[in-house]
């Protein structure tokens, strides 16, 4: 169950020190509450949560009820490392639907494939890097069935300006594992591209996962976060 008091009055004024500094739209939960768990450090560096593992929530949605379905129409799987199976980069998820059955959900979608199973799932919007403007932060999770490692992709990728933009993903994140042996790779995300350039230019490879992320020498917290909105706090 959750614990609900006020918490604005606290953050008011720094009373209360490390609250967030920048409020986060949370679509799923559920899966907010493991990027949070596998990569809180990064998250509390980027100010979206504060030292306790909390969050300042914001409820509005940006006017979008299916998010499912315009990610699967049209966010290029290009950052992918093979993952994706036979595709050429630029197309959508949806040119992989001949490979394998589809499922939809207001707020992703699964593809299962003869090699692989994709998950994917829009987490949350929020001002990633800083520059005033929101991204949308996604999650894909590659499973491939032949018991080789598992590839969790966190994306940002930038709300589209029209109905008809095509979407491109900055890797943000990768959790890779290997069983019960996993590792967390980072990247400095001081830009996020937009549909017209190559999310994934490379600077350097950092063990064959994705170019320009660097290893997490410090091991993720296993601990679950607290929730905190703008006008109460969730303790988990």
């Given at each position: ?63 979008f009820s ?36 589809v499922k ?133």
């Amino acid at each position: 169950m959750f614990r609900m008091r006020l918490a604005a009055l606290l953050c008011l004024g720094g009373l209360l020190f490390g609250c967030a500094t920048r409020p986060v739209v949370v679509v799923e939960k559920d899966q907010f509450i493991r990027m949070a768990r596998q990569m809180r450090h990064e998250l509390q560096a980027r100010g979206l949560l504060d030292n306790d593992g909390s969050y300042l929530a914001s409820f509005s949605l940006a006017g979008f009820s299916d998010y499912g379905e315009t990610l699967f129409r049209r966010l290029s799987p290009a950052f992918m490392l093979g993952d994706a199976g036979d595709v050429f980069p630029g197309e959508s998820f949806a040119a992989l639907q001949p490979q394998g059955r589809v499922k939809h959900w207001p707020n992703g979608f699964s593809i299962d494939q003869p090699a692989r199973k994709l998950t994917l799932n829009m987490i949350a919007i929020a001002d990633w890097n800083n520059d005033g403007q929101d991204e949308w932060i996604v999650s894909c999770l590659a499973e491939p069935k032949n018991g080789g490692r598992t590839r969790t992709y966190y994306l940002l990728v930038p709300p589209p300006r029209h109905e008809r933009e095509p979407l491109k993903g900055t890797v943000a994140a990768v959790y890779e594992c290997f069983g019960l042996a996993c590792n967390l790779y980072v990247r400095d995300s001081k830009v996020i591209e937009r549909a017209a350039a190559d999310p994934l230019a490379p600077p350097t490879v950092v063990q064959d996962v994705v170019p320009g992320l660097q290893p997490v020498t410090a091991p993720p917290s296993k601990k679950a976060p607290a929730a905190r909105s703008g006008i109460e706090e969730r303790n988990l």
